[in-house]
Each structure stands twice: as structure tokens, then as C-alpha cells.
């Protein structure tokens, strides 16, 4: 079992506050802060989206307000492998309708993680990840934008 590194707590006044661990450097970066916490959860998202999208892997701390003092919040878990992304290639330099294929399929596939952020889901492992790719495949356009649509109110409910 890998210990996680341990984070310092932020300066200042409480707030919501998301650190990224640096392995390299073997130290912690302020990502976020915000007086609310859903902003910065959606800031890790995708950080940690793009981080798993060069191939390493994200530790991330949560801090947060708690009795007026600072206290450290369960983070998202890291998956420790990343997704693996699907290459497009186009013959020629022209969009032909494989590409054009693949773009849509692409945009439905953000269209989805941008509703699981906004319902709360923010930390997606690789088998989440090839779940919404299944999902981006098989359903048309009007389709996903229902189904972003009612996770984005889902979202608002909390």
C-alpha cells in the first residue's frame, strides 16, 4: 500500500483550497481556491483529467472550512492508470467522414464529462472513462443533451 505524501495546510483564513502533489519536485501546488467548494472540485476535474492525459498520476488534497477552522476534506481518489485517448488521423490533411465521425463522437463524449462534473462526479477513473466513451458512441446528439441535461440538474439539487 503507497502512503500518500503529507500536505501542509494553506495560509490564510479558511476557505476551499485543492493542492496538487508534484512528485518531481516532492511538493504540494495551490490548483484552486475559491470561498466555495463546487468550483474547485470542478477545477480538479479537469486537472486531473489532464494530468492522467500526459500519463502520470494525480494526488490531490482537499482543504476546506470546517467550525470556522481549516480542515482536510476526502479528495477524489486518483486512479493509478490513466485513460488512454484515441488517435484521429486524417488522410491528406481533409476532414473525411471518418474524422468528422470521430469529432462528434468527441464532442459528445465532452459534452457527458461536462455534465458529470456538474453532478458532482469530478474524479473519473479509466472503467468511468470507458463507460461514457460507450455511451458517446451509441447515442446521437439530441440523446446526450437530455441526458447532460438532466445530470446538470441533478447537480443543482445538492
Same mark, same amino acid.
Given at each position: 500500500?503507497?502512503? %500518500?505524501?503529507?500536505?501542509?495546510?494553506?495560509?490564510?483564513?479558511? +476557505?476551499? #483550497?485543492?493542492?496538487?502533489?508534484?512528485? @518531481?519536485?516532492?511538493?504540494?501546488?495551490?490548483?484552486?481556491? @475559491?470561498?466555495?467548494?463546487?468550483?474547485?472540485?470542478?477545477?480538479?476535474?479537469?486537472?486531473?483529467?489532464?494530468?492522467?492525459?500526459?500519463?502520470?498520476?494525480?494526488?490531490? =488534497?482537499?482543504?476546506?472550512?470546517?467550525?470556522?477552522?481549516?480542515?482536510?476534506?476526502?479528495?477524489?481518489?486518483?486512479?493509478?492508470?490513466?485513460?488512454?485517448? @484515441?488517435? #484521429?488521423?486524417?488522410?491528406?490533411?481533409?476532414?473525411?467522414?471518418?474524422?468528422?465521425?470521430? +469529432?462528434?463522437?468527441? %464532442?459528445?463524449?465532452?459534452?457527458?464529462?461536462?455534465?458529470?462534473?456538474?453532478?458532482?462526479?469530478?474524479?473519473?477513473?479509466?472503467?468511468?472513462?470507458?463507460?461514457? %466513451?460507450?455511451?458517446?458512441?451509441?447515442?446521437?446528439?439530441?440523446?446526450? %443533451?437530455?441526458? =447532460?441535461?438532466?445530470?446538470?440538474?441533478?447537480?443543482? +439539487?445538492?
Amino acid at each position: 500500500m503507497e502512503k %500518500r505524501p503529507r500536505c501542509p495546510r494553506p495560509p490564510g483564513v479558511p +476557505r476551499w #483550497v485543492a493542492m496538487f502533489h508534484q512528485p @518531481s519536485r516532492n511538493s504540494w501546488t495551490v490548483a484552486a481556491e @475559491s470561498p466555495h467548494r463546487e468550483p474547485v472540485l470542478y477545477a480538479v476535474g479537469d486537472m486531473t483529467q489532464t494530468v492522467r492525459a500526459r500519463g502520470e498520476e494525480a494526488t490531490i =488534497a482537499l482543504w476546506g472550512p470546517k467550525d470556522d477552522a481549516w480542515h482536510l476534506h476526502d479528495a477524489p481518489a486518483a486512479a493509478q492508470a490513466p485513460a488512454a485517448a @484515441s488517435p #484521429v488521423a486524417a488522410a491528406d490533411g481533409v476532414a473525411g467522414p471518418a474524422v468528422l465521425t470521430e +469529432r462528434m463522437t468527441d %464532442r459528445r463524449h465532452q459534452v457527458l464529462m461536462a455534465a458529470l462534473g456538474k453532478a458532482g462526479l469530478y474524479d473519473l477513473g479509466p472503467e468511468d472513462g470507458e463507460a461514457v %466513451r460507450a455511451l458517446a458512441d451509441r447515442l446521437d446528439e439530441p440523446t446526450v %443533451r437530455r441526458v =447532460a441535461h438532466w445530470l446538470s440538474v441533478a447537480g443543482g +439539487r445538492q
